[in-house]
């Protein structure tokens, strides 16, 4: 079919599966089977295309980055497939928020808990080509996701397993996005596609904010947490605490400093 009716049929079939952003992911997909960006398939509206089962398992509620198998990460593009979470925009700010805390510090040493695809560490070792990273996950799955995302990308960064306790061995600064929802209930179809390791989890901040030796500290939390977490950072001596909103004006990353 030509690409103009593949976009029509599949933005249909996408609203009528309750898709946010129909029109958004129909482009996407199209562009991805043309090998264009979003707005270079309006160049190509009478090229053919074969729509191949995408359109299907985004009409599941299968996150748009796994129907893609690639999805862009602040400067990278990662390979993204159910072994890990999606990385997600609001983790960008965290990332923002890590190169700021060391900025001033040379050949920083930075562990990232839960590295999942690799997104954070992979970043962070993109942006500061100097830092030692460090990822840790428990899941052998994330792990070997990551694994692949560094070889792509040629960056060097190490990646075993491991969990929070690796925290205390010593650092310029631990980062870490962990899983922080209690319930998928009522949430978006789309986050049970993702591992429940990588999304469901309780007291991950505290336990970090406690066990971390490092001069800094930065955690993305979930919608409503960040008070809570900037207690208790501040209740285990850590200083200047701060709260940074995401793009969506929901109180996202807090940090603090030793
Ligand atoms: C919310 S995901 C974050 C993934 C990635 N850092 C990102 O921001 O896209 C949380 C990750 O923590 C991992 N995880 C869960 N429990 C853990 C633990 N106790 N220690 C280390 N990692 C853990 C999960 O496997 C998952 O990869």
Redesign the pocket.
Known sequence: MKARDALREAEQRLAAAGVETPRVDAEWIVAHILGTTRSGVYARLDDDVELDGLVDRRAAREPLAYVLGEWGFRRLILKTDRR?????PE?EI?VERALALVHDVEQPRVL??????????LALKDERPDADVVG????ED?LSLARENAARLELEVELRR???SAAAEGWDLVV?????VDSLIGLQPELSFE?H???L?EG?HERIGATAQARAIVL?VGDGQADDVGRALRAHSWNDVAITPDLAGVDRVVEGRR
């Open positions: 890990a979470l999606v990385p997600r983790t965290l990232d808990i839960g590295v999942g695809s690799g997104a954070i560490a840790v996950d428990v899941s994330a491991g969990d929070e870490s996005n962990p899983p922080y591992p390791v990588a999304l989890g991950f993305e």
